[in-house]
Structures are given as structure tokens and as C-alpha cells.
């Protein structure tokens, strides 16, 4: 079927699907500026503005690998066009929901869509472009797109906010959502796995169960702290379901996941960078967000400009992938884009409370080149691991992975950054006590309560938060850089002896594998 796609209907496919793409990383990151606005006008209790925050996430990581089997059997152009329908329609309802409530469903309602949209737009890609140097380019091209869409963000949301009210970010997704639906439908060739079966109907809850699990444990550590009973018992569950989940897909035939292929080191390398350069950086993002605001005073939408170059460099990076493994290879690639990516992390370690903006650059620019060449490379040897017939499920494993790792680096550095600010923090003298424990809450805590107290005194405590929350972040970039240098080593042991090019993986008429170039074992 992919042979007959044309040259021009190929690059009519990667743009819609770097469309739905850039719609996915738009929504990811409009919420947190709305919150405000919405927060002002909805009033919302504490727990229900969590929900209102985590529940997309959670139902976006734990359909991914269900959704991206789906795609697998009923066609990747299908699902992508039914979700595509659902996202633009939750978008609206989001948009204009009148309770706190409504709002929840919306939002989960937004995940389950985002689930169908997420895996199919990279498993399109790799069964359309089936030459390798055309799909390495691609890959790159579409990391470069979600780059950027994570950048954009919040420009987008802060230019909406300033002239319209919170439901805006999410109503400017349904002009989108059309115009996808109208190219997808003219442009996307369909695809499907010819010998898949049903999805294993024990599998579904058991993934679900057992990545939601897992999520909600990190994202209750990162809010309410380790020691939470909620987080053990999440965790539990979610370690209980995932290990059923994986004895039972080694006795399955068609498996929603295989797991031999994590017996391979370049696929599970691969994986291990995702989530380890998620781990790092995204807690990163979260702590400079506070950082801009909370410390220098900028408003949200500069703090959205701020974040740009980072964003744009990690697209050229993304880019500049495919070529630069023509010549140096992949596994040199990979670790190169690691250990620039912990080169930016550890100039972050050198921010001070006025550091000038410009001098901020260089730590943007380099960590978003090495990001983007590392999830360029990781995304195109996850997808060449596996025959194009299940590019569904192998796309779905790389945004499982992403998630989680995000999850994870949220919960544990954060958690990091929240613990040294409390542990360090020396209120000024003569603060009461009430506002000294407000003030060792967090940053913004001590922002918040200073507003009750005289003015030499609220400067005092001021300074004294900004300070101890930088030092804080200094030790968690650190953290973060470390990690990332320590895994560009083990990368470049995985990646050995891939080839710049991996040829396709080969089935035979029963839909047994024949030829994996790229599982050296």
C-alpha cells in the first residue's frame, strides 16, 4: 500500500501529521497559565483543581499503548480522524464547561482523544515513509514540530489570556482540529496491521491500571510528598498490574506490547534516554516557569517568550539529526545530543537571582539542541525496531515511556527542589510563626504571605525564599545533569553496531519476523 503513496502525498502526510502533533503539545501547556483566570472564575476546591490539572495526563498515558494497538488493527488514518472528532468536541466542551465537575470530564475526555492522536501520528510517518534516510528525516522533522509546539505554548495561551477569557486556550483548538480532520482526509493513505486479532481484552485494564497507577503515585509525591499514603498504594497497584500485565503478554500471540523486544539494547536504550531526558528537563521547565515569575517578576506570557529559544533550538536539533547520523552514526549522535543536554543543565546550576536573560541563552539553546537530536534518533530506532504493521504499538511504547519519565522527573526533582527549599529556608527574625510555616511551603507560599507583613520585613523574607529556592534548583539541575552524562556512556554501548540506516524489519506470510537489522543483541 505505501509503495504506491506519491512523493508529494508523503509530505502531505508528515504535515498533517506534525499538525496533530503541534495541536497535542499546544494543549499539554496552555492549562497552567489559564489556571488563574479559571481558578478567579470557577472557584474550585484544592482537590478538584488537581484533577482539573493531572486528569488529561492520566488519561493520556494510560490509553497510549491500548490506542496505539488499536490503530495497529481497525487503521492508524481511522483512529487518527475519530480522535481528531473527539479532541476537537472535548475542546469545545472544555472550553465552556460551567462547573468544576464538567470541567474534569471534559479534560478526560481531552486525554482519551489525545490517546487515539498520539501514537498514530509516528506510526503513520513509519509506514509511509519507508526508505530509511526519508523516515530518519521525517522522525526529525515531527520531533522538531513537538519541540516547538512545547515552546509555543504558552506564547499562545498568554496572548489569548490577555484578551479573551480562560476557556480560549482550549476553543482555539476546534478551528485546528478541522482543518486536520478536512487534510487528513484527503491526504493520509490508511494502514493496518492485515494479520492483527482483537485486542486482548484482560491486557486493556491491566496497562491502564498499571501505568495510570504509576503516574498518579509520582504526581501525589510530587504534590503531597513521599511519605503520602495514596502514593504507596498507587504505586503498589500499579507494579502489580504492570507485572501480571507483562507474564501475560508473554504467553499472547498478538501481545499489546512485546516484550522480547526489551530484550534488544537498542530498543531499550532508546527508551532509557526518553525517559531519562524527560526526567530532568521537565522538572527543569516546571522550576524556571516558578523562576521567571515568582523571582524576576515577569509576567506569564514573557515567561512563555522566555522559553522560545529553547524550544526552536531543540527544533533545529531535530532537524539537523538525520544528517548529522549519515555521518557520524547513531549511537555518536544520541550521546552527543545527552551530554549537551547535561551541558545545558548543569549552566542552569550557574542562574543567580539577576542574572541577565542573555546570559541564560546559552544554557536554552544547548540543552535544546542535544534534546533534539536525541529524541530525533531514539524515536526513529524505537519505530525501525519493529515491521511498519505494528509501528502503532511501538509508537505507542516511546509516548508511554515519555510520560512517564516526565511523571517521574516531576515527582523526584521536584520533590528534590521542594524538600532542600524547606529544609534550607531561615525565615528572617521575628516573623511569625503561622507565616514562617506558609513561607517554608513554597516559593510561593513565601510570596503569598509576605503580602501580610510590613515592608522591611517582607523583603527580608522575599530575598531569603529566592535565594534558598535557587540554590534548590541549582542542586536538582545538577542532579539531572549528572544523570544525563552518566546515561550517554550506557547509550553509547546500546547503540553500537546500529546502522545509520536501518533497513525495514521483514515478516514472512504467517507475520513471523525474518530479518531485524537493528535488534543486536
Known amino acids: 500500500m505505501t509503495s504506491s503513496v506519491t512523493n508529494a502525498r508523503k509530505w502531505g502526510t508528515l504535515v498533517i501529521s506534525c499538525l496533530a502533533m503541534l495541536l497535542l503539545a499546544l494543549d499539554l501547556t496552555v492549562l497552567h497559565q489559564a489556571m488563574p483566570k479559571l481558578v478567579e472564575d470557577m472557584g474550585p476546591s484544592a482537590t478538584q483543581l488537581l484533577w482539573i490539572l493531572d486528569i488529561y495526563g492520566f488519561a493520556l498515558a494510560g490509553l497510549l499503548i491500548t490506542m496505539g494497538n488499536l490503530g495497529d488493527r481497525i487503521g492508524r488514518k481511522r483512529l487518527l480522524l475519530i480522535g481528531t ?258 551541558l545545558g543543565l548543569f549552566l542552569y546550576s550557574l542562574i543567580g537571582l539577576d542574572t541577565p536573560y542573555l546570559l541564560m541563552l546559552p544554557a536554552m539553546l544547548i540543552s535544546g539542541v542535544g534534546m533534539g537530536f536525541t529524541f530525533a534518533v531514539t524515536n526513529d530506532t524505537i519505530l525501525a525496531s519493529v515491521p511498519r504493521e505494528r509501528a502503532g504499538a511501538a509508537s505507542a511504547i516511546s509516548e508511554t515511556a515519555t510520560e512517564v519519565g516526565g511523571s517521574l522527573g516531576i515527582a523526584v526533582l521536584g520533590s528534590v527542589i521542594g524538600g532542600l527549599y524547606t529544609q534550607r529556608l531561615v525565615p528572617p527574625a521575628g516573623l511569625p510563626a503561622e507565616v514562617a510555616d506558609a513561607a517554608r511551603e513554597s516559593l510561593g507560599g513565601a510570596v503569598q504571605a509576605a503580602t501580610t507583613l510590613p515592608a522591611q520585613l517582607a523583603d527580608a523574607l522575599i530575598g531569603a525564599a529566592q535565594r534558598t529556592y535557587i540554590d534548590a534548583m541549582h542542586a536538582s539541575a545538577v542532579t539531572g545533569a549528572a544523570l544525563l552524562a552518566i546515561l550517554s556512556f550506557a547509550i553509547l554501548y546500546a547503540l553500537r553496531g546500529v546502522p545509520k540506516e536501518i533497513p525495514e524489519v521483514i515478516l514472512d506470510d504467517e507475520g513471523r519476523v525474518v530479518e531485524e537489522p537493528v535488534q543486536v543483541p
Open 85 to 342: 472528532v473527539a479532541f476537537g468536541a472535548a475542546s469545545a466542551l472544555t472550553a465552556y464547561a460551567p462547573t468544576p465537575e464538567l470541567l474534569i470530564a471534559a479534560r478526560a475526555l481531552l486525554g482519551v482523544a489525545g490517546a487515539t492522536i498520539m501514537p498514530s501520528t509516528l506510526s503513520i510517518i513509519r509506514n509511509v515513509f519507508t526508505e530509511p534516510k526519508e523516515r530518519t528525516a521525517a522522525v526529525g522533522i515531527w520531533s522538531s514540530i513537538s519541540a516547538l509546539g512545547f515552546a509555543v505554548g504558552p506564547v499562545v495561551g498568554g496572548l489569548l489570556l490577555d484578551h479573551f477569557w480562560w476557556g480560549s486556550v482550549f476553543l482555539i483548538n476546534v478551528p485546528i482540529t478541522i482543518a486536520l480532520l478536512i487534510g487528513g482526509w484527503l491526504l493520509l493513505p490508511e494502514s493496518r496491521n492485515p494479520r492483527s486479532r482483537p485486542l486482548d481484552l484482560i491486557s486493556v485494564p491491566l496497562s491502564f491500571v498499571g501505568v495510570i497507577g504509576l503516574v498518579y503515585a509520582m504526581k501525589v509525591a510530587a504534590h503531597d510528598g513521599i511519605g503520602d499514603q495514596a502514593v504507596w498504594i498507587s504505586a503498589a497497584i500499579g507494579v502489580v498490574a504492570l507485572v501480571v500485565f507483562v507474564r501475560r503478554q508473554t504467553r499472547l500471540t498478538e501481545p499489546l506490547i512485546d516484550v522480547k523486544l526489551f530484550q534488544h539494547r537498542a530498543f531499550t536504550g532508546s527508551i532509557a534516554a526518553n525517559v531519562i531526558i524527560l526526567f530532568s528537563m521537565l522538572a527543569m521547565s516546571v522550576a524556571f516557569a516558578q523562576y521567571f515569575q515568582l523571582i524576576r517578576g515577569w509576567s506569564p506570557l514573557m515567561s512563555g517568550l522566555a522559553g522560545i529559544p529553547g524550544g526552536v533550538s531543540a527544533a533545529i536539533g531535530g532537524g539537523l539529526a538525520g544528517v548529522l547520523v549519515s555521518a557520524i552514526g547513531r549511537a555518536k549522535v544520541v550521546t552527543f545530543g545527552l551530554l549537551l543536554t547535561a
